[in-house]
């Protein structure tokens, strides 16, 4: 039995933007065909990115609240940390959730392929040695990890985050070397599993690009966490055991078991024979223009193979905006003015639009108004003892350009400062939107105050 080889859309890789991409195309009546060449569906998100991380990032805040306990009354006499079974939890929920979305392709009636698809040309792709014939296509291969020029991964010594979620056990220590999302995210577990870790990144602060202020926050509380921060630090090599660095034009060593290099990731375009093709790639990522379509008609990118922030709900809204594009259905036409961001450490950081250095780069007159978590009573009940939540205006209109949280439940509350970025709202109707009491969120709307000119609790 052949595949049926006529399909309205082929959908190549079935992560969050493929996957997505393929119940929404279905859901609006196109006959719809994913390939995936992974024993699992779900893409990296779910095996090895989003939910494996966040499933260690659970267990390692349980560990961190047996400390707060004692100040709550309770007294724990004596615990202990299983790291085997916190591992094979983390790995039932990524085998439920990858389960989870082969029902969703079945239940509409989507065609999962396995296998590598490549291109024959612009209109046909091949498959375990079949063709098959598309009207549409989205490829949303997504990426794998960077290497560096001088140190590439060795499957033992230097591991991606593919492997550091995949100890059987812990190691004593690590260097991570990059101190972006994924590196700041594996300082934060694995220092709370008692390893000794050392983050190493070449620019000034932690994940470059971020406002600043939250990177700073993010360093000292990593470094109350015990992990060794340090920032301009060149990494010069990483092999038998040591890796050396330069810091403050001084060359420096450390010895360590494993080493994490989270340097970036890059495009997975190598198999799909795109020369092929007129597709075009630019620094490695396929070429698309507004509407996310390649050079070839009907042929579209989206998720992580694309030069777009590499976020499982942003590839999600491209896979939607292409379908909506073939579809002839109105999209809006800036999917990432509001597209949050979000660092799961501990203390989480979240953001959205805008910081103030990129409005003043923009050229826009703007301000920004901050309000403390120590002044909120919903976070210091909590136990909160440090952030902030960071609103970006204009000054002329009092627009709302960006939102900064570091601090308490920042990822829960960074929805709704994107739907008012999407909404184009000013921080005066902001600040008259009723919070209710006491949660952390009254924090956003102080911050409202503050920037439409009156501070209530501070
Ligand atoms: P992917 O998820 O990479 O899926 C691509 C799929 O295509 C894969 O299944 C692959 O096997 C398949 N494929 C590739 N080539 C072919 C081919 N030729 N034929 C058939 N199939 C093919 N993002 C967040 O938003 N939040 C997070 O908390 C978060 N945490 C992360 C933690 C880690 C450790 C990592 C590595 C990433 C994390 N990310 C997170 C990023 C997120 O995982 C990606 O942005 C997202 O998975 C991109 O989705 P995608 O659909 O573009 O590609």
């Known amino acids: 039995e052949f595949f049926m080889a006529n399909y309205d859309i082929v959908i190549i890789g079935a992560g969050p933007g493929g996957y997505v991409a393929a119940i929404y195309a279905a859901k609006n009546g196109l006959k719809t065909a994913i390939v995936e060449k992974g024993d699992r569906l779900g893409g990296t998100c779910l095996n090895i990115g989003c939910i494996p991380t966040k499933a260690y990032i659970e267990t390692a805040k349980y560990l961190r609240k047996i400390k707060f306990m004692k100040e709550l009354g309770i007294e724990v006499k004596d615990f202990s940390f299983d790291f085997q079974k916190a591992s094979k939890r983390k790995d039932r929920i990524v ?6 979305v082969e ?10 392929i396995k296998g590598t698809a490549s291109f024959k040309d612009n209109t046909t792709i091949e498959v375990n040695g079949e063709e098959i014939e598309f009207e549409n296509c989205i490829i949303a291969t997504g990426s794998k990890p960077a290497e ?6 060795d499957g033992d010594f230097v591991i991606s985050s593919t492997e550091a979620l995949s100890f059987d056990k812990l190691p004593e220590s690590i260097a991570i070397i990059g101190g972006g999302v994924i590196g700041v995210e594996f300082a934060s577990i694995l220092s709370a599993f008692g390893v000794k870790v050392t983050v190493l990144e070449l620019m000034p602060q932690l994940i470059p690009g971020m406002d600043s202020e939250t990177a700073e926050i993010l360093k000292s509380e990593l470094k109350k966490q015990k992990v060794r921060v340090l920032t301009d630090a060149k990494v010069l090599s990483a092999k038998n055991g040591v890796v050396e660095y330069e810091l403050n034009g001084e060359r420096e060593s450390i010895e360590v078991e494993k080493v994490l290099l989270a340097v970036g990731r890059k495009p997975n375009t190598s198999g799909l024979n795109l020369h092929n093709t007129d597709i075009v790639l630019e620094k490695g990522h396929i070429r698309v223009n507004e509407n996310l379509e390649t050079d070839v008609k009907a042929i579209y990118a989206i998720g992580d193979v694309i030069d777009t922030p590499r976020l499982a ?17 109105e999209d809006n036409k800036n999917i990432y ?6 660092v799961y450490s501990y203390p989480e950081a979240a953001f959205v639009g805008m910081s103030l250095d990129d409005a003043k780069e923009k050229g826009i007159d703007a301000e920004e108004a901050k309000f403390p ?9 909590e136990g909160v003892k440090n952030g902030f939540v960071k609103v970006v205006y204009q000054k002329n209109n009092e627009k709302l350009l960006g939102v900064h949280i570091v601090g308490a439940n920042a990822s829960e509350l960074i929805s709704e400062c994107a739907v008012a970025i999407s909404k184009g709202m ?3 109707e902001l600040s008259r939107v009723i919070h209710p009491h006491p949660t952390v969120s009254e924090s956003l709307m102080e911050a409202f105050h503050i920037a439409a000119g009156y501070s209530i609790h501070i």
């Open 373 to 381: 978590f120590t002044a909120n009573g919903k976070a210091y009940i």
């Open 337 to 342: 003015l509001s597209c949050p961001g979000v």
């Open 95 to 100: 085998t439920k959730l990858t389960k989870g």
């Open 148 to 153: 560096l020029p001088h140190i590439t991964f």
């Open 103 to 112: 029902l969703l392709m079945k239940n509409n009636n989507i065609e999962v």
């Open 313 to 329: 709900h942003l590839a999600s809204r491209e896979g939607i905006k292409a379908v909506n594009h073939i579809l002839k259905i």
């Open 426 to 428: 000013n921080v005066e």
